[in-house]
């Protein structure tokens, strides 16, 4: 069980006041202190999205923060951005725009946690976005182009077009992890790079200058079945760098303020807005920088045969709908209801004391043929590729067929 203590209620409550600013841009739109609603081509207000600076004043940025319904430590650094904005906490020049998610969906979540002492994992998990719900992880590469089908499409046309095209690929993107770790940045390698042109770009772009983080992800690009990241898919001017910060477990209050120096940090480096002194105080602390590059990807079986790196045709075939659940350790799996005889039978071949230590837990080891998950029904074992780290866990033990989650992503350092 999530315990949910008065610090999280707190922040909870906080997010939820700047949430309903957000939901009427137009109310929230205060001309004498440059805030902005923002309207696409035929004059209607973006939902959930705003202007600070005159638009075209200088360098121009994004900030996403929420657009996962359940990782809300994003919106809460845009609240702590608004309120120095209004006290006269702002960059010369620069023009800053930003958007947060569903906002009903995440207002329901909200709702949910600060009435609750404890909440199951199981309920915490489902509650983070799916597509239906504006997961813009799931976004389609040719999103400005395709036929708008679905309030989801249309809404993710309207911050790709009106709030990232401007930003030229500028952007801050404000996660939590599904389960509680340190802070992190990800971010996309561009075509034809090499690891180490991508740190080489990264650092000498000054983005990340600062940031109190230890462990940056290097990800290969393409699709991710067929969809990616709504900051992927607007390519930017030359040199401009667009950064996703995980900063630490969803239901980890120190997760709020973690965004809120990440966000101080970068937009000092990117328009030259001061941070308050507590963050500039912070940077003096040096930080051990770790780079890792991801070289599998262990999606569900639900997706399709061709977005898997290391599973063969034949392996693909037999997992095909069935559930996995991650091999957590073997108080976990004996608790897990379900299996099939033949499931259980491959439980009961594997050695205990192998997994009674949690073995998927963010960067640490994992070597090549350890089990990563087993299928509730087949018994089939989903196994490490070759020798790595893992990386970007999933949410949740069971990795249900219809929420086509990552379950597990392998990398090494650099």
Known sequence: MIEIGERLKSGLRDVRGHLELLADPLAAEQP????????????DIVPG??????????????ILGGIHMNEMAGVFALLKFHERWLSG??????????ATGHIERALEFIDLVITSDQISPRVWGPLRATKDHCNYNRVAF??????LSSDFDRHAYQIVKHVLKPANGMVLDLHNTSEDAAPMVTLFMDKGETPEMSIKRLHDGGVARDLPIRDFIFWKPGPYNGMESIRSVVRGAPGSISILVENG????????N?????TQIWLRNVLGMEPEDHVIASTRIPVERHHYIETSELYHPAVKPEDYTDLPADIFDAAKGDTFILVRDWDSLNKTVGWSPEARQVLDTLDERLLHKNRLDNFEPIRQGDVIAIGLETGLKLCAPHDGVVMMVGASPAIMPAERETFANIGVLL
């Open 249 to 256: 477990g969803g239901a980890n209050p120190d997760s709020f």
């Open 258 to 262: 973690n965004a809120d120096i990440c």
């Open 89 to 98: 906490t702002r960059p010369k020049s620069g023009t800053i725009y930003i």
């Open 32 to 43: 004498s202190h440059g805030i902005y609603a923002i309207r696409d081509s035929h004059g």
């Open 142 to 147: 040719d999103i400005l182009e395709k036929p």
């Open 49 to 62: 999205a705003l202007r600070y600076g005159e638009a075209g004043a200088g360098s121009r940025v994004a």
